[in-house]
């Protein structure tokens, strides 16, 4: 993570649960995955069960999986600004990460690593959204975010499929 999502994660890593996530989100990491014709990681709910195959003109793959697997947080039933928003935000955006990422078949043997970034925005930049995002970390590829620590202008947290299993409350286990 960077120093801006340390600074939000001052307090240490919310504990989080699956019902964190809100329901559209569930139901996203519940769809699972699918692994295009051009090795290409994508979450079925959002690609469609055949997936929308990386173009043959398309270099940089781990982007693509990026664009593809990345949606913005629920935000529209929460206050403007505050504290609470981005707490909210986060929780929301993480438990959505660790089922998705909890969700990978054993058959995609490719790393999928979870970006979760947020920044301010709106008409006078002053509302805090959240972004999520998928793709796949393969050597001799450049990751989709190389360096973490160069970006200052956002809050910014890459999570594993390890990282996701250690997070993720689950009651009863």
Not at 37 to 51: C, I, T
Not at 103 to 127: F, K
């Amino acid at each position: 993570m960077n120093a801006a999502m340390r600074s939000l994660m001052d307090g240490g890593v919310p504990s989080i649960q699956a019902d964190d996530a809100p329901l559209a989100f569930r139901e996203i990491a519940g769809a699972g995955w699918l692994l295009d014709d051009r090795g290409a990681v994508l979450l079925v709910a959002l690609n469609g069960p055949n997936g929308q195959s990386a173009p043959r003109g398309v270099e940089d793959i781990s982007y693509f999986e990026a664009q593809a697997n990345g949606r913005g947080m629920m935000d529209y039933d929460l206050s403007v600004s505050g504290a609470e928003r981005k707490q909210i935000l986060l929780r929301r955006s993480l438990a959505y990460a660790c089922l998705a990422l909890r969700n990978l078949p054993e058959q995609i043997r490719t790393p999928v690593h979870a970006y979760i970034s947020m920044s301010e925005g709106g008409l006078s930049d002053d509302t805090v959204t959240a972004n999520v995002t998928f793709s796949a970390v393969r050597d001799g590829v450049a990751a989709y975010i190389d360096d973490i620590d160069m970006y200052e202008e956002e809050a910014l947290l890459e999570l594993t499929s390890s990282d996701a299993r250690g997070l993720l409350y689950e009651p009863g286990l």
